[in-house]
């Protein structure tokens, strides 16, 4: 069963929910902020309005939560379940729940600089699709309901399980015409003046819903007035010309009566029409279809027979709320289908050139609202312009494509151009993107691990960082940089050699550390070198040098590793037991500025690396000052692993650390040269 | 005979007819432009109060409390991922009024104006102080004060007032910079900076730290982040030789002064007030709040 459903807005107010169980509090904020501000992993390419099936499903421990956003209102869908269930109909429940949410209350989303929404009503809505849908895909075990429903009422939300529920008058219409006459084709043909979606399941045969696509003629009108008289039953006509509230009333009433007319060949020939017609039938869907066809057609007499009697008024006031939901998912689908098909179309010839003309014209003056075709061209140049700047092609992709989908439908501000619209969208994915969660202040940081206030209960301890990374990228040079900065800023610094298994890299580190030692002695630096020659673990090597650094009162520990390829496996689940020993404050990885690496490959992979719990914390990017304005580099890091960069190293000397400033980057990644 | 004269003169080429024409093309379109966009800037024209903070400090609680007014229900909220602005409107405070709020007698006149919830998430700051930045020029609807609301009970954990006082840090030094540069280009010092709240929220919780505590927390751990930044690593892209102008930017506060106060900031005519109180639950409420923000209007 669900655990809870929320309609929430981007601005965080919870516009409408509904809880079955209580739930963490910070399950719903964790979710939006990963998928919605930090675009992690699988959960990043949703920020638009698609299908809630087409959005990865968002885990937590126990949980698993299905939503759909739209986009243009700025408002969450979101249903919570247990992750041990298996609820088929979830993706249905939260569009369809979107679908009416929508319609019912778009008026209300749509005001600006006011977060109340007057949904009271909307409780209704929500159980009258639980109880559908869910009944939907138990039916097919559960007996048939105690006569709360009409005998349809199965089958009909059987075909919501794939598609939009017809109207109900015009399925009654069609079964109308199975069972009394079926050949007949007037009939047949009155449907195309319908939409085509409502009116395909309706039509006896595959031969007529041909017919139904194909020729969208006239004459619905007459064939209409044609099936009234057939009938004989006001309730048709009523139905078509939208008078709905008398179809409602009278309608349960007649199915009962129609049903005992209807044979099993009219049942069967239903379901063929769903199989024939569907072109993405749900296969769940599908069964209780079938189940609750034949079921109903068994059990209909003895159902019947009491069906006057059972129907009170409470039903029928149900069952206007069935309608109405009904159509309102019937009318959105065909508003989606219909725009499917204008799009396709050319519009008029006149209307064509008068919108090129305002369109032109407000490409200059600005107020756009911007359509994929004028985002199209432009996107694809802003796409060329990052891979220009070694942006990796899989990032570049992703982040043209959320741009392309923030702008959509917005209106570009007075003298305003497309693209530069795109660009400022582009900057402000970017600086997003590169911006971490929590900046970090590497020296306050130390002195809160080092000195912790009076208040805190936290011992003193030494803060330890740990430099990863593949052969060769500068691991030692970086390392010894950060130490130079720190013994400036007066910190007692032990090196660790963990790299106990390239020949000359413990004598490499030794010299960085006299180096080092001569630099800062007089300023009052004090920096040491713990090692333990080669040969030994370095898990091992690294917990002895933070145990000894604890003894000593050293403030900082910095670990040097050994070198590794990425894809070397041995090596790489060494850095499990690595980070459990050593326990770092700080893994940082060194990455190289420089193109044709397989940088991307390799940051993912270390990021993999230590355990299920422990991950990357940041990046050193060195050979910044090589590469001019080309630092693509990092952003395809950044997109690749949701690490921030910290540092770049931009030349030769122990002073060529730099900060990372994020609008830096920015400015290079977007500067045309 | 009128018309026939006035249609012949408006044929003429004199110096008055070619100079009338030319004006009236060329104002057209500026007319036409500003009719367009009319509707848009006659929104924008409220004055503006910031709702700022780090996540969880209840900003998006404040705002919905404050425009259904105190006796509402009060509205389930959760992470925030866009600034949102919500129109309130409240009496003009007068000298004998004592609470203004919204669902109270109208009794005087009422002024509307816009607060604008913003996220707390780290990633998303950068569009805060964008927003801070852009309305700045413009007179009528830019920013008019800065409410930064924090949560009193999370403050006792030294992380989260680290970040608590990272933002509120950052905040102030982009305040100051824009001050500094009005002051620079010889605006009066009263209208040089934005008034700044610093609420302390969620005091009905009996973890929470009283106003005071908040305000002499808060005050210490910036002392000790404006130490440490002022001693980090240059930033990318920042030249050896421009250091010496950039770092005097950098400093909040009184320069070289050892300890950090919010006082430092009327300097740069920033005033910081600090007060307490809570959006749900018992105690003194958000009417101090309120009042606040209705005399900055
Ligand atoms: N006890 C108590 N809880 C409060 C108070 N104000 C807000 N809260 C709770 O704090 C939580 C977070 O509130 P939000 O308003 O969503 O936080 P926010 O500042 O908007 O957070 P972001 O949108 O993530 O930046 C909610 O569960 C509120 O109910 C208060 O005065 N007292
Ligand atoms: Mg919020």
Known sequence: MLDAFEIITTSGVVLWSRTFTPLHANLINNFISDVFIEEKGANAATRDDQLSSTNPPYKSDQHTLKYTFVKELGVIFVAVYRSLLHLSWIDKLVDNIKTLFVDLYGDQLKKPNTTIIECHGFDEYFDQQVRELEGSASKGAAAVPEGALPQEEPTLSGNLGDEPPLPPGLRYKGRALNGANSGEEPSAESTPNLSPTTSRPSTPSAAAAHLVVGKPGPGGKLSRRARKMQNAGASHGAVSSGDEAAARRTKPVKTAKKGRKWTDDGLADEQDDVQLDYSIPSQTGIAADASTAARSSAVEHVDSSTWGSTTTKGQFILKDLDDEVHDILASAKSKADANNNKSTSASGLLGSGLNTISGLFRNVVGGKTLTKEDLDKAMKGMEEHLLKKNVALEAAVRLCEGVEKELIGVKTGSFESISSRIQSAMEASLTKMLTPTNSLDLLREIDAITRPGPASLRTPRPYVVSIVGVNGVGKSTNLSKMCFFLLQNKYRVLIAAGDTFRSGAVEQLAVHVRNLKELTIREGGHVDLYQKGYGKDAAQVARDAVAHATAEGYDVVLIDTAGRRHNDQRLMSSLEKFADFAKPDKILMVGEALVGTDSVAQARNFNAAFGATRSLDGFIISKCDTVGNMVGTLVSLVHATGVPVLFVGVGQHYSDLRNFSVKWAVEKLLSSS | ?297
């Open chain 2, 1 to 297: 005979m009128a018309f026939t004269d006035f249609a012949e003169y408006l044929l003429t080429p004199t110096p008055a007819v070619i100079f009338g024409g030319i004006f009236i093309v060329l104002l057209v379109p500026v007319l036409l432009h500003f009719l367009l966009t009319a509707n848009v800037s006659s929104l924008t024209n409220l004055p503006t109060i910031l709702l700022v903070g780090p996540s969880g400090a209840g900003k998006t609680a404040l705002a919905t409390r404050m425009e259904r007014g105190p006796d509402a229900q009060p509205t389930e909220t959760h992470t925030t991922t866009n600034n949102h602005s919500i129109e309130i409107e409240t009496p003009v405070p007068s000298s004998s009024s004592e609470s203004p709020s919204s669902s109270g007698p109208s009794a005087g006149e009422h002024v509307k104006f816009l607060l604008t919830d913003t996220p707390g998430h780290g990633k998303l700051r950068a569009r805060v102080f964008n927003r801070l930045d852009a309305m700045g020029e413009n007179d009528k609807g830019r920013v008019r004060a800065v409410v930064f609301l924090c949560d009193a009970a999370a403050l006792s954990d030294p992380d989260s007032l680290r970040h608590a006082a990272a933002y509120l840090h950052d905040l102030l030094l982009v305040l100051q910079r824009r001050a500094s540069a009005r002051i620079r280009a010889g605006a009066p010092l009263a209208k040089c900076g934005n008034p700044v709240l610093v609420a302390a929220n969620k005091l009905d919780l009996f973890t929470a730290l009283p106003g005071t505590a908040v305000k002499s927390n808060l005050e210490a751990e910036v002392t000790r982040i404006r130490a440490s930044r002022s001693k980090r690593l240059l930033d990318s892209g920042v030249g050896a030789d421009e250091v010496g102008s950039e770092a005097q930017d950098d400093w909040l506060g009184e320069y070289a002064s050892q300890k950090f106060t919010f006082e430092q900031m009327g300097e740069f005519g920033i005033d910081i007030d600090v007060i307490g109180g809570n959006v749900t639950g018992e105690g003194p409420g958000i009417e101090k709040w309120w009042q606040w923000m209705a005399y900055r209007l």
